[in-house]
């Protein structure tokens, strides 16, 4: 498809992708490359199709939460490619496609015939994007990944947690999700190549690369010094203060980043004898002091509420913002105006509210706003779109070589 071809706002519009990705690093590119336009095909097995359908937390109904939010405006199409003739559609969509994902552990594409050398003869111009748990050369490779094995393996959890304190693993899917970034960045990269030279490639990133790039201030500190840092809690490793601190009522982020910064934090204090202060007067003195000034500004800051104190650091320019519950950041009128949450199509054809593209384009973004499928809902008209006869799709059904939902005696879906 030309550049005048795409819908304004949604600049993948008309790329097909081919998602064999599931959980939640493959899933998070397939989302991302939706919202941008392109249309997402779920290829899943059956009849349990993605393991990410069965997280539920007590009470969920229907598809869970989570699922929905990662899967929303994709379609599913279930094949079952270890049989001769399920392989053989999926190559036959494969030809016609633009983008494959897998997140799979290594030999296992290799293994179902699906390996990126197999699937570019079929199609030299396709792009095909791997995500697995350690890269796919060295000693390692052969293992599989899980987002907290790679964020410990990275070394991402040892400077995560209070000071002096045990390790802890961040509370978000930090690999997954980087690694679901990465793998988009990457498919766009090599759709962006294609476009010049007409031949795709092959894209790979890990869990482990996408912990690791997190790492890039602690890695300088190692090659230059020798350094291994340990958890500092919300402290900075190189800056202070910048860091939560204690009000009456929560916590409060502030940023005196720079020399300015520092010393507008000292004013609205009421310490502005602090700038000159030996044990504060410069950026390093102020690090290799920062637990002494942290106790001097929480002593101060406890005896009022946050959000008095908010209005005063605002008022004096300096970066500060209140440590909100998730709800709380949800629900803020801030979130909405730059459309991180959006509302979209819920599967029973109601509406639900869910994380938006986190990259506007023109101002706005055009997210993929349809349903999380279920499995196989899409089976027989995507593949009537890619050329399919109805006496193949029907042969196809009978074999058991694909799934269509509600129309399969011995499949079922989530209800």
């Known amino acids: ?38 249309d997402v095909i779920k290829v899943e097995r059956f009849p349990q199709g993605d393991d ?15 699922f929905m939010m990662l899967n929303r405006g994709k379609r599913s199409i279930a094949l079952d490619v270890k049989r001769p003739e399920g392989r053989a559609a999926l190559l036959k969509l494969v030809a016609q496609s633009d983008i494959v994902t897998e997140n799979f552990r290594m ?22 994007c791997s995500i697995t748990g350690y890269g796919r050369t060295g000693p390692l490779a052969s293992r599989g990944g899980f987002d907290l094995i790679l964020q410990a393996f990275s070394g991402l959890i040892s400077v995560t947690g209070e ?16 690694a679901g970034i990465l793998a988009a960045f990457g498919c766009l990269a090599a759709y962006i190549e294609r476009l010049r030279t007409g031949r795709g490639q092959r894209v790979d990133t890990s869990l482990l690369q996408a912990s690791m790039q997190h790492m890039y201030w602690y890695a300088a500190a190692y090659f230059s010094r020798g350094i291994v840092p340990k958890p500092a809690g919300t402290a900075h490793p190189l800056i202070a203060p910048y860091q939560v601190y204690k009000c009456k009522d929560g916590g409060l982020a502030i940023g005196g980043a720079n020399e300015t ?29 920062r637990r002494e000034l942290e106790a001097l500004i929480n002593a101060i800051l406890i005896h009022d509420n946050r959000e008095n104190w908010v209005e005063r650091f605002e008022a004096a320019q300096v970066p500060c913002g209140p440590v909100q519950t998730v709800g709380e950041a949800l629900d803020h009128e801030q979130t909405r105006s730059v459309r991180m949450v959006v509302d979209v199509e819920s599967p029973d054809g109601g509406s639900m509210r869910a994380l938006g593209l986190p990259v506007l384009l023109g101002g706005t973004s055009h997210v993929a706003a349809g349903p999380a499928p279920a499995v196989g809902q899409n089976t027989a008209s995507v593949l009537r779109e890619f050329g399919f006869e109805q006496n193949e799709i029907d042969s196809l059904l009978k074999s058991g070589a694909a799934f269509q939902s509600g129309t399969c005696e011995h499949a079922t879906v989530d209800a």
Request: hydrophobic fraction near 35%.
């Open 107 to 128: 030999g296992v594409m290799e293994r179902l015939g699906l390996s990126y050398e197999e699937l570019s003869e079929v199609n030299p111009a396709l792009v095909y």
């Open 163 to 178: 000071e002096g304190g045990d390790p802890v693993k961040p509370g978000v899917s930090i690999a997954d999700v980087n």
């Open 52 to 66: 990410a359908r069965r997280y539920r937390r007590a009470g969920d109904d229907g598809l869970p939460p989570s």
């Open 261 to 289: 910064n520092w010393e507008r934090v000292a004013q609205v204090l009421g310490h502005p004898e602090w700038v000159d202060d030996p044990r504060f007067n410069t950026p390093d003195i102020r690090l290799a002091n």
């Open 1 to 38: 498809m030309t550049q005048t071809q795409c819908e304004p706002g949604r600049p993948l519009s008309g790329v097909k992708v081919l998602e064999l990705s599931q959980i939640m690093a493959g899933p998070t590119c397939g989302l991302m490359l939706a919202d941008l336009g392109a």
